[in-house]
C-alpha cells in the first residue's frame, strides 16, 4: 500500500470512527478523534473549538446513517441520513484530518425542515 493509500484509509477511518462513537453517544471516545482545534461551519451556525462543538453534540445528540464516503488525500466526504430531533435530512460533510485528528467539519444540508419545525 502507498503512504497515499494509506493515508487516505487512516482519514476515513478517523471519520467513521468519529461518527460511530457520536451514534453510540460516546462523546469521549469521539473527542479523541478531534483535534482541540477543530473548525466546524454548518447551515445554522458555526463552531470553534472541541469544547463549543461538544457542548452542542451533547445537547443536540445526532445520529448518522452513512451512505456513501469519499477520500482525497485528508479530506473525507461523507454523504449521509442526519437524524435530529425526529427529523432525518440528507446531509453532506466534509472533513479534514491531519495527523490523525480532524480538524475542520464543514456541513452542508436543506434547512428547512428543521425550521419549520421550530414554528
Not at 463552531?47 to 477520500?71: C, H, P, S, T, W
Not at 473525507?76 to 460533510?93: A, E, K, M, Q, R
Amino acid at each position: 500500500m502507498s503512504a497515499s493509500a494509506s493515508s487516505e484509509s487512516s482519514a476515513r477511518d478517523v471519520v467513521l470512527s468519529f461518527v460511530a462513537a457520536l451514534n453510540k453517544e460516546d462523546f469521549a471516545a469521539a473527542r479523541g478523534y478531534v483535534s482541540d482545534e477543530i473548525s466546524f461551519v454548518g447551515v445554522l451556525g458555526s463552531r470553534q473549538g472541541a469544547d463549543a462543538y461538544f457542548n452542542d453534540m451533547e445537547r443536540i445528540r445526532l445520529k448518522y446513517d452513512v451512505k456513501k464516503a469519499f477520500v482525497d488525500g485528508g479530506d473525507v466526504c461523507l454523504l449521509y441520513d442526519l437524524t435530529i430531533s425526529g427529523l432525518t435530512i440528507f446531509t453532506c460533510g466534509w472533513y479534514h484530518v491531519t495527523r490523525g485528528k480532524i480538524d475542520s467539519l464543514r456541513v452542508v444540508f436543506d434547512p428547512r425542515p428543521i425550521l419549520e419545525a421550530r414554528k
